[in-house]
T-cell receptor, first 117, second 113 residues
Framework: AQSVAQPEDQVNVAEGNPLTVKCTYS??????LFWYVQYPNRGLQFLLK??????LVKGSYGFEAEFNKSQTSFHLKKPSALVSDSALYFC???????????????FGKGTKLSVIP | DAGVTQSPTHLIKTRGQQVTLRCSPK?????VSWYQQALGQGPQFIFQ???????QRGNFPDRFSGHQFPNYSSELNVNALLLGDSALYLC????????????FGQGTRLTVV
């Protein structure tokens, strides 16, 4: 069974500072990894995904994520945080191969990011 | 281009009642997945529909059922509602059942009293 862990319920960072939101995963075979953001009373917005290739993936709104296979991690990063980045962030995984049980996304519990002015 | 649309946005039901939630996928998408997001939790996969068939199901009881129509829109039905069914129900659409990039709707907030 696949799983995602987001070890921090909340991350606080000052505006202009770099931010990191952590994610580790467990999946059979190679992973297909995603980051989504959720604003209050809204659905999920896609930020970025990793399939194969370069371990550093660039996404929307200046976010990027670093895939580390040996550590089974996919941490979300941004060089300079904005107050408008304050939201709930979800990491998700599914196996890369096709087959029964492979299409569903498994999400972490989410990390609340607060950017302090 | 409209994204994924869900209706209604909010709903209040009584225990034991039945509810139907609706989802229209993003234009060009043919696959719909449903997720339940309880307060303070990440979304949990309920099931996925492709070619009008349920292709995959998460760990949810048979009280949860669905349907996909020829125009790719979908319904989620929940029978015999329990207080624990109170949650945000999210619909996601994608092109093909491989879920390469799922787009989510704004969700339906269901409250069971």
């Amino acid at each position: 069974a696949q799983s995602v862990a987001q070890p921090e319920d909340q991350v606080n960072v000052a505006e202009g500072n770099p931010l990191t939101v952590k994610c580790t995963y467990s999946v059979s075979g190679n992973p297909y990894l995603f980051w989504y953001v959720q604003y209050p009373n809204r659905g999920l917005q896609f930020l970025l995904k990793y399939i194969t290739g370069d371990n550093l993936v660039k996404g929307s709104y200046g976010f990027e994520a670093e895939f580390n296979k040996s550590q089974t991690s996919f941490h979300l990063k941004k060089p300079s945080a904005l107050v408008s980045d304050s939201a709930l962030y979800f990491c998700a995984v599914r196996p890369l191969y096709s087959g029964a049980g492979s299409y569903q996304l498994t999400f972490g519990k989410g990390t609340k990011l607060s950017v302090i002015p | 281009d409209a994204g994924v649309t869900q209706s209604p946005t909010h709903l209040i039901k009584t225990r034991g009642q039945q509810v139907t939630l609706r989802c229209s996928p993003k234009s060009g998408h043919d696959t719909v997945s449903w997720y339940q997001q309880a307060l303070g939790q990440g979304p949990q996969f309920i099931f996925q529909y492709y070619e009008e068939e349920e292709r995959q199901r998460g760990n949810f009881p048979d009280r949860f059922s669905g349907h996909q129509f020829p125009n790719y829109s979908s319904e989620l039905n929940v029978n015999a509602l329990l207080l624990g069914d109170s949650a945000l129900y999210l619909c996601a659409s994608s092109q093909g059942e491989m879920n390469t990039e799922a787009f989510f709707g704004q969700g339906t907030r269901l409250t069971v009293v």
